[in-house]
Every structure is written in structure tokens, then in C-alpha cells.
């Protein structure tokens, strides 16, 4: 957990165009570098993988392309990578509030076409009761 209380905030702003931001996001499957995240076992003497990754398929998103999206979400600097510097990282629960936003902006959508259709059927409804009428005569 992280420190989310109103107190020690400032500059609050709601997070504005979510789903064009959401819509930019490119989810993938990749699979790691076993070079670069994995280590030599001392008791097995085998290559194991370290604490934070998987072995296998996995999902996510790739760093660089995320920058350009919400660079906010963006952790620099990661080293111990063997011959890459400033490696990056994402921040993935702070995506959260972006998808949270986006909900809500679609949830708004669907709410405005959910009062179109209404109307619309309503007209169509009463285009049908005059069409039977007029066909009646």
C-alpha cells in the first residue's frame, strides 16, 4: 500500500481524455530476456529466474510505448541489467486510476446512448401506431 490520503496531496486534478489515453495503450505477451533476468543458482548451479519475474508467457505493456502515453507512470533508472543502463520500469498500479476514469467516461456513454435509444424507440413507436392507422384506412 501507498500513501493516498487527501492530506498530503496538492494540485489535485481528475485525470482528463482517459480513454483516449486507455485506446493509446498497447497491451502485449512477450516472454523476458532470460539473460538479463535470470542468475546461476548456487545449489543447482542451473539458471533460475529472479524474484520479480516469471518464466513463460506473461502480459503487460512495454515501457518505452507507455512513455509516450502517461509518462507518469514511468520508474527510470533500474540498473543491474548487464550491459543496459537506465533500464525502465512501469508503475503499474498508478494505471489504476486511468482505467478507473475511463470506466466512468464509458459508463457516461452508455448512459447518453441508453437515453437515444429510448427517444428513438419511442418515435419508432409512434411512426408504427400512425403507419397501422393510415394503412387501416
Aim: cysteine-free; proline content about 2%.
Amino acid at each position: 500500500s501507498s500513501g493516498s490520503d487527501a492530506r498530503l496531496k496538492t494540485n489535485v486534478q481528475t485525470i482528463e481524455d482517459p480513454l483516449t489515453k486507455i485506446t493509446k495503450l498497447r497491451g502485449v505477451n512477450f516472454e523476458w530476456k532470460k539473460r538479463y533476468v535470470t542468475h546461476i543458482s548456487n545449489q543447482t548451479s542451473k539458471f533460475v529466474y529472479n524474484d520479480a519475474y516469471d518464466e513463460g508467457l506473461q502480459m503487460g505493456f512495454i515501457a518505452q510505448e507507455v512513455e509516450q502515453v502517461i509518462p507518469e507512470v514511468i520508474e527510470r533508472d533500474h540498473i543491474g541489467f548487464e550491459g543496459l543502463n537506465d533500464v525502465l520500469a512501469l508503475d503499474y498500479p498508478k494505471i489504476t486510476a486511468l482505467l478507473v476514469e475511463g470506466i466512468k467516461e464509458l459508463n457516461e456513454k452508455v448512459r447518453a446512448q441508453e437515453g437515444t435509444i429510448a427517444t428513438l424507440s419511442s418515435v419508432i413507436e409512434a411512426m408504427t401506431v400512425r403507419l397501422a392507422a393510415l394503412e387501416s384506412k
